[in-house]
Structures are given as structure tokens and as C-alpha cells.
């Protein structure tokens, strides 16, 4: 059975500094529709844009995954995305009234915590997945870093660091089904090696870092006067190296660096917009990778979304033949465009139409060289989405569907005789108040013909 969407029961809200800025955040994640997916919204900029969580929208990975959109940025969104995304969250927007999440202790303990106080309401949508078909690479020889990824039934995570560092070593972190994400991987902060911290200050960031939100790395003795520069650098009186540590006398877990770079991983794959069956074999991760490799699987998938989803063949159990479809719609030839229907659920639908040289339109469209009209391929999406609308009405025949709108017509290639039409469209919100709003393709084969965004209204037939 495929797994449903869902959302947040109701609003949590987060109160701290931001990591590099060292402003004062207030953000606030609220249940959304299905199909929203996460979206961060900035309260504090006219017109309180909306910036989708999405792999498109990355601009910086310098010290954290930031995305942007119309010059309105959010920064270091790993934490809450992969606390969002690993609890089960499909869909929310995120209010917040600064440029920056709030750090909290350098982890998301606190947001798995209040995300499972809140709880999940399932929605009616089916949730997506990206399925890997074949064996990934992505690599960047001279920093030894790699991300492999296999096919899978199910999603997992191996994660390998090894900076050379006598302090870390050699680590591994692993997160299989199964795994308590809230207490395996949500716990885990940030580290920073202190030889970093000095040129991050003279860029002006880590504003809010503090030795409660980070651990520090230190590779080499230091010596008092080092200490003494320290303290006046963070403002503490009993700043002190223990077991390679500053101040951070002891790790949640003996592998807990590597146990964050997993979390991080998990919340920039988020950004892909849907969850992966795959396994993952990361060595060496970082934002920068990590993003690198959630834009070459969104390439991929807009490759797939140029393919069909369904699959016709002749012979096939048939969810309505054309007496189905007659009753399902009220149009009539010449004007009825749907032969078939092989597929249909509460979100999507697919049907055929047989193009013959009998089409009444070819006598006149174009005598010589006959081709199916744009219009009338639009048409018959439309009475294909009509099915749709009116899957689950009682009396369909006493209804029709109506166009509203038609947006992002593209015409990819041309439809002539011999050829079978197949139309794939899928709700793009929730059926509300009679208001259907679908996308639309229709193939030739596996070559994609036309696509369209349709909005039409049910309405009761007057006679």
C-alpha cells in the first residue's frame, strides 16, 4: 500500500540565535496542505515571501545550506529539514522572522522532541519517492570526497570521515530502517576544528556559535596564552582543552561528528522534494556534495517526468472502456476524445485515444500533411482529467467539468494518424469547493506530446 503524506498536527515553535548571524530567531513550523511540501516563508520581509525547500534553490554551502529565491534567503535549514523529513513531515511551512535558523544546541534534538510532541496528521495524497535505478557516483578526487548510491527497496545511509585528525580518526555512522532517528542521529552537534574558527570570525559568521552549540576540535597543545586568547574570543573565563575537546568534556557518542554529518546529509537530501529508495555510501560528505548530488538526481527526475508513469498495453484489464467512459462524461462523438481508461486513483488517472485518419478534424487540419490540433490534444487531456474530477461522484452523468484556466501549454511534437495518445494527469491540490487543478501530459510512446496546467470547475448539469 503506498505510504500517504502528511503534515503537523499543529504549530511548534523554536526560539534562538542563528549560527553566523547572531540574531535573535523566532520560527514557527505550521501544518500545510498535501503537495506543499516544505516551504520557508520570511515574516519579516514585505509581503512575507515563500521560499520552497528544494535543491533549485540553493545558493551557498559555504557553512551550512542556504536557499534563495527573489534575493529572500534562509540559512542553515539542514537541522530542521532533516528533523522535518526523517519524522515523517511532508508538507509545512516554515515562519520565521530572520535570515538564519536558530542553532539551539548545535543539533535537532530539540526539534525531533517537539515535532513528535506535536504529532502528524495523514493526509490524502500518496507520497512520492525517487527510486534508484542504477549505480550513482559523484566524486571530488582532491578533497577524498565520494557519495555512491545503489538500488534499494528501502533507505539507508553510510557515512565514513577521515580528516587526517588524531583527535576523530576514522569514523562511521550508519542510519538503516528501523533506527530511532531521535535518539541515534538527532542528538549529535556540529563540530569545527579550532584551527577554523579564527577566519570564520574574521568573515564575520558564527555570530551566535558558542561552546554549547559546537564541538570543538583541537588537534595540537596550546599553550596558556592561546587559552588567554580564547577566553577574550568567547567571552568565558574556564575555556580548557580536554581530550582534544574545548570545553566539551564529554561526546553524546564516541562517533558523534560522524553521527552529524549523517543528520546534515539527511536534511540536504530533503531537498530533493522526495524521499529515496536507495543506500547511500557517503565518505566525506559536506553541504557542498551533498546539494551537488540532490541537483543530479533532480535532473534525473525531470528526465523520468518526461516519461510516462503508466504503462499501457493492449489487452490489459481496462478500468473503463468506452461504454465506462461514455457514462463516465458527457460529451459525444465526434467530439468525445478518450477511448480508455487504464488507471485511476484519488490523485491520478491515465487513458489513451487512438488517432485515426478518420479523426473528422484531418479532412480540413491539414489535408496534405494531417495533424492533430493543439487545442483539441489539450481537449482531450482535459476530458481525461474530467474522469478524474468525477471518479467519485455518485450521478456523473448529471455533472460536467469546465475549464477555468490553462497554463504552461507547451506542444513538444506533433500527433498524426497511427498514433496512441496516452494521458497522465494528476491533481496538483486537493478537490475544493468544485475547483479541480491538474497536470497534464500526453505521450507518444515514451516521448512526451503536450503538457499543461488545467484548472476547471465541477458543476451540476441544469437539466
Given amino acids: 500500500m503506498p505510504c500517504k503524506q502528511h503534515t503537523i498536527t499543529s504549530p511548534i515553535t523554536f526560539k534562538g540565535k542563528g549560527l553566523h548571524t547572531g540574531l535573535?530567531?523566532?520560527?514557527?513550523v505550521n501544518p500545510a496542505p498535501e503537495n506543499t511540501g516544505i516551504r520557508f516563508r520570511r515574516t519579516d520581509v514585505e509581503g512575507q515571501p515563500e521560499i520552497p525547500a528544494l535543491s533549485d534553490f540553493v545558493t551557498d554551502t559555504s557553512r551550512g545550506t542556504t536557499i534563495e529565491k527573489d534575493g529572500v534567503k534562509v540559512s542553515t535549514i539542514e537541522h530542521i529539514m532533516a528533523a522535518l523529513w526523517t519524522s515523517g513531515v511532508d508538507n509545512a511551512v516554515v515562519d520565521i522572522d530572520a535570515p538564519e535558523t536558530p542553532i539551539l544546541d548545535g543539533?535537532?534534538?530539540e526539534y525531533v522532541a517537539k515535532i513528535g510532541e506535536a504529532?502528524?496528521?495523514?493526509?490524502?495524497?500518496?507520497?512520492?519517492?525517487?527510486?534508484v535505478r542504477e549505480k550513482f557516483t559523484y566524486t571530488v578526487p582532491e578533497k577524498n570526497v565520494s557519495i555512491e548510491i545503489y538500488p534499494d527497496e528501502v533507505f539507508s545511509v553510510n557515512v565514513n570521515i577521515d580528516y587526517n585528525s588524531r583527535v576523530l580518526g576514522n569514523q562511521y555512522a550508519t542510519f538503516v530502517p528501523g533506527d530511532d532517528f531521535a535518539s541515534k542521529i538527532a542528538p549529535c552537534r556540529t563540530f569545527?576544528?579550532?584551527h577554523e574558527l579564527e577566519p570564520l570570525l574574521n568573515l564575520n559568521l558564527i555570530k551566535g556559535g558558542d561552546l554549547d552549540n559546537a564541538i570543538v576540535v583541537v588537534e595540537n597543545p596550546i599553550s596558556e596564552q592561546e587559552v588567554e586568547r580564547l577566553q577574550v574570543l568567547f567571552n568565558k573565563k574556564d575555556i580548557k582543552v580536554s581530550k582534544g575537546y574545548l570545553n566539551n568534556l564529554e561526546l553524546r557518542y564516541q562517533n558523534e561528528p560522524a553521527r552529524h554529518k549523517l543528520l546534515d546529509l539527511l536534511g540536504d537530501f530533503a531537498l530533493l522534494g522526495r524521499r529515496i529508495k536507495g543506500r547511500v555510501f557517503a565518505t566525506r560528505p559536506g553541504h557542498a556534495a551533498n546539494t551537488a548530488v540532490v541537483?543530479?538526481?533532480k535532473k534525473e527526475l525531470r528526465k523520468n517526468a518526461s516519461r510516462p508513469r503508466y504503462r499501457y498495453e493492449p489487452g490489459m484489464e481496462l478500468v473503463y472502456d468506452i461504454n465506462g467512459v461514455r457514462g463516465k462524461l458527457p460529451h459525444r462523438p465526434p467530439f468525445l476524445l478518450v477511448d480508455r481508461i487504464f488507471h485511476i486513483d484519488s490523485q491520478s488517472v491515465a487513458?489513451?485515444?487512438?488517432?485515426?485518419?478518420?479523426?473528422p478534424f484531418f479532412v480540413g487540419h491539414f489535408p496534405d500533411e494531417p495533424v492533430m490540433p493543439g487545442v483539441l490534444i489539450v481537449e482531450a487531456m482535459a476530458q481525461c482529467g474530467g474522469i478524474l474530477a468525477l471518479h467519485d461522484i455518485e450521478d456523473p452523468e448529471n455533472y460536467s467539468t469546465y475549464f477555468m484556466k490553462i497554463d504552461g501549454v507547451k506542444f513538444k511534437q506533433k500527433v498524426v494518424p497511427g498514433d496512441t495518445l496516452q494521458f497522465e494527469l494528476r491533481l496538483t491540490e486537493p478537490i475544493r469547493r468544485s475547483i479541480v487543478q491538474m497536470e497534464a501530459k500526453a505521450f507518444v510512446g515514451d516521448q512526451l506530446a503536450t503538457e499543461?496546467?488545467?484548472?476547471?470547475q465541477v458543476i451540476r448539469n441544469k437539466a
Avoid at 504529532?119 to 527510486?131: H, N, P, S
Avoid at 499543461?452 to 476547471?456: E, P, Q, V
Fill in 107 to 109: 543539533s535537532a534534538k
Fill in 119 to 131: 504529532g502528524l496528521t495523514a493526509q490524502e495524497a500518496d507520497r512520492e519517492y525517487y527510486e
Fill in 24 to 28: 535573535n530567531v523566532t520560527m514557527t
Fill in 452 to 456: 499543461a496546467f488545467l484548472m476547471a
Fill in 192 to 194: 569545527v576544528f579550532l
Fill in 295 to 297: 541537483k543530479e538526481l
Fill in 351 to 359: 487513458g489513451i485515444k487512438n488517432v485515426t485518419m478518420n479523426e
